[in-house]
Structure formats: structure tokens, C-alpha cells
Nanobody, 122 residues
Framework: QVVLVESGGGLVQPGGSLRLSCQASNIVFSSALMGWYRQAPGKQREFVARVSTDGVTDYADSVKGRFTISRDDGKNRVHLQMSSLKPEDTAVYYC????????????????WGQGTQVTVST
């Protein structure tokens, strides 16, 4: 069972910055596609950013130029640096992995963290 644990959420003023982290365990991290999604109140979960195994990144148009995703394969972590935050970035942010578990039965599939709340407000 792959386990993803997010951290770093909180309350920040508009224009501020936050750095989210996701610690992955029991995962073949080097071959995992890692990403971040978010869900605002009353809305569907939406894609934010992803990073491939070779470091290629992809972003939602709404966060391009403001958010940066990165991965640390040595520590099984993925980060989301968020800058110039706006009230519309307020949401629960979820870490996502498409990966294989490191232990038998080595299931491959989509895994999700529990989420971390980000609130952008004065």
C-alpha cells in the first residue's frame, strides 16, 4: 500500500507564498509519475501540476508562472512551491502518484494523499 502524506498548507495573504511537500512511502518512487491536484469548496477536483520520472513538468494554465513542482527521488518527496497566491487558489491540495508499491503484491495504480488545506485570504 502506497502512502502519501502532504504537509505545508495553511493560511496566507494574497500575494504570499507557500511550499507544499508530499512524503511517499512503500513506493517505487523513481518510476512514479507524481502530481498535485486541488479541490475548492463546491467544485470538482482539478489538476494543478505533475512531474514525470525524468523531470518533465506540466501545469494547469491557472498556475503557470506562479507554481513550481519538483521531486527529490533520494527522499521520496515531491514539492509544490506556490507564489503570488490568489484567493482563488484556496482549496484542499492533494498529492497524487501513479506508481507501483514497493512491496508484494506491488499494485500499480493511482494513489492519493489525504490533502492539506491552503487558504488565501486577508
Amino acid at each position: 500500500q502506497v502512502v502519501l502524506v502532504e504537509s505545508g498548507g495553511g493560511l496566507v495573504q494574497p500575494g504570499g507564498s507557500l511550499r507544499l511537500s508530499c512524503q511517499a512511502s512503500n513506493i517505487v518512487f523513481s518510476s512514479a509519475l507524481m502530481g498535485w491536484y486541488r479541490q475548492a469548496p463546491g467544485k470538482q477536483r482539478e489538476f494543478v501540476a505533475r512531474v514525470s520520472t525524468d523531470g518533465v513538468t506540466d501545469y494547469a494554465d491557472s498556475v503557470k508562472g506562479r507554481f513550481t513542482i519538483s521531486r527529490d527521488d533520494g527522499k521520496n518527496r515531491v514539492h509544490l512551491q506556490m507564489s503570488s497566491l490568489k484567493p482563488e487558489d484556496t482549496a484542499v491540495y492533494y498529492c497524487h502518484a501513479f506508481a507501483s508499491a514497493a512491496t508484494i503484491p506491488r499494485n500499480t495504480g493511482d494513489y492519493w494523499g489525504q490533502g492539506t488545506q491552503v487558504t488565501v485570504s486577508t
